[in-house]
């Protein structure tokens, strides 16, 4: 059961980088066609914030054993 819970945890951060990371693509190489994000670097900063958080529980996994 432990294994199934990090196993999920370990595919939902992983899903949260790259889905940050896929956003923050289209928000440097089509900025013009997101017209509801007026101030892009706040919006790319957040993604980068999501994505370094996720980043960051990950690591904590690995650091404690699991």
Do not use: C
């Not at 889905?19 to 190489?29: D, F, G, P, R, S």
């Not at 980068?48 to 529980?57: F, M, P, S, V």
Request: charged share 30%; no cysteine; aromatic share 6%.
């Amino acid at each position: 059961m432990r294994d199934k819970i990090v196993e999920a945890l370990t595919l939902k951060y992983k899903g949260q980088v790259a889905e940050a990371e896929a956003n923050i693509n289209i928000y440097l190489t089509n900025p013009a066609g997101i017209g509801e994000h007026s101030d892009i670097v706040a919006e790319v900063d957040k993604q980068i914030e999501r994505a370094a958080t996720a980043q960051e529980k990950l690591e904590f996994l690995e650091n404690i054993g699991y």
